[in-house]
């Protein structure tokens, strides 16, 4: 089994950057995505951004160009750089891990609020 705890999380002016990071512990040889989703108040939890253990990359369209997800080479950390923050931006952010015995293991989430 994997574990997962986040960290990084605030609040941050329109304009600003934060950095997420999710350590993972336990099986983490069996992960095959690492991914952020989100989800605002009243709304669906939606992915944000991912990336596999082949580098694939996926952002979803209202981030891109502006969020960079990475990982550590042995699956232990995956992380996301969130620059020129929008109040929109602002949610519940979970780390995600889907291993290879088709397991979906999620964080406690981060609450980011983008406001001034």
């Known amino acids: 089994q994997v574990q997962l705890v986040e960290s990084g999380g605030g609040l941050v002016q329109p304009g600003g950057s934060l950095r997420l990071s999710c350590a993972a512990s336990g099986n983490t040889a069996s992960i095959l995505v690492m991914g952020w989703y989100r989800q605002a108040a009243g709304k669906q939890r939606d992915l944000a951004a991912s990336i596999s253990d082949k580098d694939e990359l996926h952002y979803a369209d209202s981030v891109r160009g502006r969020f960079t997800i990475s990982r550590d080479n042995d699956m232990r950390g995956v992380y996301l750089q969130m620059n020129s923050l929008k109040p929109e931006d602002s949610a519940a952010y979970y780390c995600?891990?889907?291993?290879?015995?088709?397991?979906?293991?999620w964080g406690q989430g981060t609450q980011v609020t983008v406001s001034s």
């Open positions: 995600v891990v889907f291993t290879r015995e088709f397991e979906s293991i």
